[in-house]
């Protein structure tokens, strides 16, 4: 199966910094990849959808500035959380779909752990 | 709008028992349905995938079907095992390619 690689998978920071996080599609190129946040015991929340070469289309409530996702090849986007703050903790899921053949599929990546101090 | 809900919120049952996830949707107009794991604190695991044409998927203990009319998909789970614990999660892919998530079931299996 099609593979999605995080890094970093876990993060502390202290609150003002800027922390980038990468996903990556290892063994297919992703023309659309998402950006999913979920709180301790909560299902995942859509935050973000992106096609690369194209700005990001966010889902309402989400800051564009404080979330700022980068997808600038087909196996690469980039989310980079500006000046957190510890409301921002979190565990942040990317996934990715292909451009052909399980389209209607999307393949997630291990996630992210953001901690915050 | 689509909504997916999940029942129970929560289960727990003795190792060996044979068990049954519920999820249903309220718009029919789906690409698929997926069923995923996911153990606390680490990523999702995906199960089984059912597309909208099929009825059932089936993965060693594993049976998911789906019917897409009633808007209900089931997961069961044979002959339960403590390393079966997790969270299960439903999702619906939509008519614009995204996944709406259903709240999850946390299950337990007790040795």
Known sequence: GAVVSQHPSRVICKSGTSVKIECRSLDFQATTMFWYRQFPKQSLMLMATSNEGSKATYEQGVEKDKFLINHASLTLSTLTVTSAHPEDSSFYICSARGASGGYNEQFFGPGTRLTVL | ?111
Request: with cysteine; net charge neutral; glycine share 8%.
């Open chain 2, 1 to 111: 709008k689509q909504e997916v809900t999940q029942i129970p919120a929560a289960l727990s049952v003795p190792e060996g028992e044979n068990l049954v996830l519920n999820c249903s949707f309220t718009d029919s107009a789906i690409y698929n349905l997926q069923w995923f794991r996911q153990d606390p604190g680490k990523g999702l695991t995906s199960l089984l995938l059912i597309q909208s044409s099929q009825r059932e998927q089936t993965s060693g203990r594993l049976n998911a079907s789906l019917d897409k009319s009633s808007g209900r998909s089931t997961l069961y789970i044979a002959a339960s095992q403590p390393g079966d614990s997790a969270t299960y999660l439903c999702a619906v892919t939509n008519s614009n390619y995204q996944l709406i998530w259903g709240a999850g079931t946390k299950l337990i299996i007790k040795p």
